[in-house]
T-cell receptor
Framework: GEDVEQSLFLSVREGDSSVINCTYT??????LYWYKQEPGAGLQLLTY?????DMKQDQRLTVLLNKKDKHLSLRIADTQTGDSAIYFC????????????FGTGTRLTIIP | DTAVSQTPKYLVTQMGNDKSIKCEQN?????MYWYKQDSKKFLKIMFS???????INETVPNRFSPKSPDKAHLNLHINSLELGDSAVYFC???????????????FGPGTRLTVL
């Protein structure tokens, strides 16, 4: 079965880079996603990466994928107070149904 | 212009009652989903419908019944509500992969259900 793991908490000083890590077990994962959930709000898609890519950059966000180790990371450059949220990684598989399997979420706290 | 909308945003009810949560998407997507987020923020798929047809049912109790009158709507009806049903329920939608999409799922704002 599929399993997606994340650290529960991360604290970063404002202006520093944040790196949120995720590991998954399903080698047939196709797309891997990062979602952001602010307090009391829904899930906002931040970015995604296809399994045949190693890296994707989008403004302050950099996604790195190590398929061999089944490790995904999200780097947020110049972290701001507005980045405080829970970050979820999620994956879907090549075959079978289209459901998203989510990680446990990482709560990012920004220290002024 | 709201892409995926849910009503109500908050729902407080007594144990044993029957309630419905509605979801609508105006993205022209073919597939819609219901997810449950528990008190520890863990998110798990409940159901998925593709063009009004059920394609995922993740061992959810029979008290939960999704209904899709058309491909833009997926409602969730819950019978005989229990304390453990208290959670935030998220609706989502995505375009079919065969149309060249990335399965990207867009989420609604969530419905916080509290069962007393």
């Amino acid at each position: 079965g599929e399993d997606v793991e994340q650290s529960l908490f991360l604290s970063v000083r404002e202006g520093d880079s944040s790196v949120i890590n995720c590991t998954y077990t399903d080698s047939s994962s196709t797309y891997l996603y990062w979602y952001k959930q602010e307090p009391g709000a829904g899930l906002q898609l931040l970015t995604y990466i296809f399994s045949n890519m190693d890296m994707k950059q989008d403004q302050r966000l950099t996604v790195l994928l190590n398929k061999k180790d089944k490790h995904l990371s999200l780097r947020i450059a110049d972290t701001q107070t507005g980045d405080s949220a829970i970050y979820f990684c999620a994956e879907t598989r090549i075959f079978g149904n289209e459901k998203l399997t989510f990680g446990t979420g990482t709560r990012l706290t920004i220290i002024p | 212009d709201t892409a995926v909308s849910q009503t109500p945003k908050y729902l407080v009810t007594q144990m044993g009652n029957d309630k419905s949560i509605k979801c609508e998407q105006n993205l022209g997507h073919d597939t819609m989903y219901w997810y449950k987020q528990d008190s520890k923020k863990f998110l798990k798929i409940m159901f998925s419908y593709n063009n009004k047809e059920l394609i995922i049912n993740e061992t959810v109790p029979n008290r939960f019944s999704p209904k899709s009158p058309d491909k833009a709507h997926l409602n969730l009806h819950i019978n005989s509500l229990e304390l453990g049903d208290s959670a935030v329920y998220f609706c989502a939608s995505s375009q079919d992969r065969w149309r060249g999409s990335t399965d990207t799922q867009y989420f609604g704002p969530g419905t916080r259900l509290t069962v007393l």
